[in-house]
């Protein structure tokens, strides 16, 4: 399974961006997608995930209220709504995907907010 990002961008605290994930290849073997974030100087932190059909949907505790996940199926796409934003948020975002035993990353995608 191949993963594109893309969507992100600077803003200014309290905008919004919208993230794109584009999965290809093998998408019927993907379990669950989700996106982590890396900010400089720090460890990578899960952000939100969505299980293949929706019946589970976590975010991180920083995120919730703010940031929703989704996915379009007929595109292959996921997508995390991210409002509210805060300088905090500045990271190279990433998509993933999991399947049963193996785990794909995008590229990563910048995303800065400015006080």
């Known amino acids: 399974v191949q993963l594109v990002e893309s969507g992100g961008g600077l803003v200014q605290a309290g905008g919004s961006l919208r993230l794109s994930c584009v999965a290809s290849g093998s998408v019927f073997s993907i379990n669950a997608l989700g996106w982590d974030r890396q900010a400089p100087g720090k460890e990578r932190e899960f952000v939100a995930d969505t299980t293949t059909g929706g019946s589970r949907t976590n975010y991180a505790d920083s995120v919730k209220g703010r940031f929703t996940i989704s996915r379009d199926y007929a595109k292959n796409t996921m997508y995390l709504q991210m409002n509210s934003l805060k300088p905090e948020d500045t990271a190279v975002y990433y998509c993933?995907?999991?399947?049963?035993?193996?785990?794909?990353w995008g590229q990563g995608t910048q995303v800065t907010v400015s006080s």
């Open positions: 993933y995907a999991d399947g049963s035993t193996w785990r794909s």
